[in-house]
């Protein structure tokens, strides 16, 4: 149990001294940049389903003539 706690302590130790964090301004940049990639891709994606859904609608409509 001591190794578990003092594999934690030195984690967050390395954390804190070691690790090299990106600035804010920068993270919230790049947070925004996803976010908006994300609505894009999926608006996409709605409308490539919306557009299969209609033609495969289509098509059963066509076929149970």
Not at 16 to 44: C, G, H
């Amino acid at each position: 149990m001591a190794a578990l706690v003092n594999y934690i302590k030195e984690s967050f130790g390395e954390l804190k001294n070691n690790v090299s964090w990106t600035p804010r301004s920068e993270a919230q940049r790049l947070t925004i940049v996803v976010v908006v990639f994300t609505v894009l891709f999926s608006l996409a994606i709605w409308g490539v389903d919306y557009v299969f859904s209609g033609v495969v609608s289509r098509y059963f409509e066509l076929v149970k003539k």
